[in-house]
Every structure is written in C-alpha cells, then in structure tokens.
C-alpha cells in the first residue's frame, strides 16, 4: 500500500461561451482509493458530473463565460496494485475470452491492428508466453521510437508512428496497443497520473487482459509502472481526452503533479505482472 498525492491545474482565456467536458478526476477500483478529494472553479461555474464507460470514470460538464478561467484537481490516493508472477498467468484461448474484453481486439481511431498483423506475427509471434509477447512489444516499441514532444498531433495514429518513429506517450501507447490486438490480445488505452514522470504531465499507457485481468505496460519507460493512478481506460486517446470543448478558448497554463509518500521501493521486475484491477 502507498499514497500517493496527486493534481493538476489548468488555466483557459475564454473568448466566447463554450462548454467544457473534462476528464481529470482518479478512477476509483478495489486497488485504487480516493482518501481525499478536491475540484474547484474560478469564476465558480453550474458543474455537472457523469459517469461514463466501464468501470464508469467521471466527467466534469459545465458552460463557461468569456474570460480567464481555472480549473484546480487535487486527491490523495492509497494505492495498492497486485503483482502476480508473470509466469503464472496461463494463455486464454479467443473462444473463452470474457465478452466484455472483446470490443478491445478490435481497431479503433488510433490504433489500426488490422493493418500491423503480419508485422506483429512475424516479429513477436514466436514468444514463449502472451506476457513475453507483450514485453517483447513494449521493448520493440521503446527501442525504435525516440521519444520526441511536438513531433505528433491530434491525429496522429499508431501506423503514423509506427512509419515515423517518434512521439509522445499516447503514441507510444497507441502502437503498443494496435500490436497486442494483432497478436490477438485485447489491449486498451489507459489515461492517468504517474509518480516521478518527467516532464511531468498526464500520461497515456496501455493495460493487456492476460488470463483473467488486465495489467498495466508502459513503452515510454518514463515512470514507475507501479506508480500509475488512472483517470480512465478507453479503446484510445479518442476516448480520454482530459479536456474537450464547444466553443472558442486556449489554454494558457497546464500543471499536473504526482508524488508518494514514504519510501517504498519501486517494482522494475520484469517477471512480475501489475494490475489495478
């Protein structure tokens, strides 16, 4: 179990009347506990909250006047993720997969399996375990892409990346995703906060459902894996943005801060599988 403190801060000019959707606030699961929570907005604004997806994260709604705007997060979060012996986790057949997985075998926006199959077979069909296949994706897609701020867009997608081998997080996730779900993994996109991510920032990671959960992979290697808190999980970026608008506004300011307490030591081995369930 850690705690982990955790937030951002946001600042928008607003030039006309423009509602916001915002996707900030801490998933809470059985491995994940909101201790203490805080969401604020200056000028106060009518803010309506949603649950969305499965497991449902939250959505924040509101309509804003022009002007300078700020939105402050905050939580304290105990965290208390499950590691399990990659080794023990067994293959699972597609014909028994659960049906709630199977929506992420498919493509999506960002993440085009159908076009990777025959890379992702001839270059990672021949690992030993689906875990050593999803290791074996995350040290292909760290090892031949840089990790360069600004080198992608909003539309950028994994083949994108795959073709030009740079990008931010989400990228990195994207192309690791689309290549579990051409090996025939399901695999989506996880938005979140991480402990000791530099720069520091919300970030974008993947989880794979190996045997009967899903766990967390992250080919940037940027962060502790067991660090991570999520905001959400989606089929890719498409569905997580942490903000969307209608209207006319730029955003000025972006703070996102994660730090734990105390000074439990970090897990790096690789033959141990993570889940926040």
Excluded at 17 to 45: A, N
Excluded at 131 to 159: E, I, K, M
Aim: charged share 20%; proline share 6%.
């Amino acid at each position: 179990m850690s705690t982990i403190e955790l937030g951002c801060r946001l600042v928008y000019h607003v030039e006309f009347e423009t509602s916001f959707i915002f996707q900030i606030s801490v998933l809470e699961s059985r491995h994940q506990v909101i201790e203490q929570e805080s969401l604020s907005f200056q000028p106060e604004s009518d803010v309506r909250m949603a649950r969305i997806g499965n497991p449902g994260h939250r959505i924040h709604r509101l309509l804003v006047q022009p002007g300078w705007f700020n939105i402050h997060y905050s939580a304290t979060v105990s965290s208390n993720p499950a590691y399990i012996p990659a080794a023990s986790l067994g293959p699972r057949p597609h014909a028994e997969l659960p049906a709630e997985v199977l929506p992420f075998l498919n493509p999506s926006r960002y993440c085009e399996s159908d076009r990777l199959e025959q890379f992702a077979w001839k270059t990672f069909g021949q690992s030993s375990t689906e875990h050593d296949r999803v290791l074996a994706v995350t040290d292909w897609v760290y090892n031949h892409l840089s990790y360069a701020p600004g080198s992608t867009g909003p539309s950028t997608t994994a083949c994108d990346v795959f073709l030009q081998r740079s990008g931010v997080c989400r990228d990195f996730a994207h192309l690791s995703i689309a290549l579990c779900r051409a090996l025939g993994l399901p695999a989506r996109y996880v938005a979140g906060y991480a402990v000791d991510l530099v720069p520091p920032d919300f970030h974008g990671f993947l989880e794979v459902f190996l045997d009967d959960d899903w766990y967390l992979f992250d080919a940037t290697r940027l962060a502790p894996v067991d660090g991570f808190v999520r905001i959400g999980i989606g089929r890719d970026a498409a569905d997580l943005s942490f903000a969307t608008y209608v209207g006319n506004s730029s955003m000025n300011q972006l703070y996102v801060w994660a730090s734990e307490t105390g000074d439990r030591p970090r897990t790096v081995d690789s033959s141990m599988a993570i889940s926040l369930g």
